[in-house]
């Protein structure tokens, strides 16, 4: 059996090898610099194409951008797939205070961006995307991405006089979330990234508070048809985040699809080069099409 650091760190270095694939457009959906979105018009002809939203992970810190999720983007355009990806601010460069890791968010703006981007996304198509048919759009993300896609999909449950909430359900198809922070005490447990969920919300005494606007496993049922493809050798988002979400949704009511894949960890869910990143693009086939 081969090492799991090992194996991880090569399915990272894999991940990581492709070149950032620049998009067919890049449109603002504010003034700040990392409020943007890059589009990729389908690669295949014919008609109006899907429209897949990604949010790309990094444990919501600043070294982590949209570029290195860009190849995964362009796969998906290759499968025929028109996709925004979404660029939304992340923690600072620096690290917390005796720290060694850049910190994880920022409170509120993290949250501030991906509201306002998903709220932008359908005009920013029309005007740059025309190929895209804003009527079948399904939301992924990866890692902290997963979380922030499953907290899009249910900002019309919201805790009353969330500025983020919606009056309505989004209209999305679905979401499809890969390896996500979905369930934030589990990730706790677990110390997921070193800690990045408590430095997401700001700190142990605000944890509770914001939690609960926030943390996907709170905010059940959300009526949005719901999956999540997870490796089972997943040392970064551990299988039980996971299996933790949703068995939250269950208890709530819910069903949501949860597809695991033997011997893969965290990375190849979104590496062009993994026969993992094939099955989250039938996934997203399967909600959009």
């Known amino acids: 059996m081969p090492d799991p650091a090992a194996r991880d760190a090569a399915e990272e270095a894999s991940a990581f090898s492709h070149p950032a694939v620049p998009p067919d457009a890049t449109a603002a959906y504010g003034d700040h610099p990392d409020q943007i979105v890059d589009l990729y018009a389908p690669r295949t002809g014919g008609g109006r194409a899907p429209l897949v939203v990604v949010l790309h992970g990094g444990a919501w810190r600043a070294p982590y951008d949209r570029q290195h999720?860009?190849?995964?983007?362009?796969?998906?355009?290759?499968?025929?797939?028109?996709?925004?990806?979404?660029?939304y601010r992340r923690g600072p460069g620096l690290p917390h205070q005796g720290g060694t890791t850049p910190v994880a968010g920022r409170w509120p703006e993290t949250f501030d961006d991906v509201?306002?981007?998903?709220?932008?996304?359908?005009?920013?198509a029309a005007a740059h995307l025309p190929q895209a048919d804003p009527h079948r759009t399904v939301l992924t993300g990866h890692s902290a991405g997963g979380q922030l896609a499953l907290w899009a999909a249910a900002r019309h449950v919201l805790p009353a006089g969330s500025p983020w909430r919606l009056p309505a359900p989004p209209a999305l198809r679905g979401v499809v979330a890969l390896a996500p922070i979905g369930h934030f005490d589990r990730a706790r447990e677990l110390d997921v990234c070193g800690g990045a969920v408590i430095?997401?919300?700001?700190?142990?005494?605000?944890?509770?508070?914001?939690?609960?606007?926030?943390?996907?496993?709170?905010?059940?049922?959300?009526?949005i048809a719901t999956a999540l493809v997870q490796g089972r050798a997943d040392l970064t988002v551990p299988a039980e985040v996971a299996d933790a979400f949703v068995e939250a949704a269950a208890k709530a009511g819910e069903t949501v699809g949860l597809t695991l894949l033997?011997?893969?960890?965290?990375?190849?869910?979104?590496?062009?080069?993994?026969?993992a990143c094939a099955v989250v693009a039938e996934e997203l086939a399967q909600l959009a099409f």
């Open 69 to 87: 999720i860009s190849p995964f983007a362009d796969f998906l355009a290759r499968r025929g797939f028109a996709v925004a990806s979404v660029e």
């Open 262 to 275: 033997e011997d893969v960890g965290h990375f190849p869910l979104i590496d062009p080069a993994a026969d």
């Open 115 to 124: 509201a306002a981007a998903l709220d932008a996304v359908p005009e920013l």
């Open 199 to 223: 430095q997401l919300l700001g700190g142990e005494e605000a944890y509770d508070e914001r939690a609960a606007a926030t943390d996907p496993a709170r905010l059940l049922p959300t009526g």
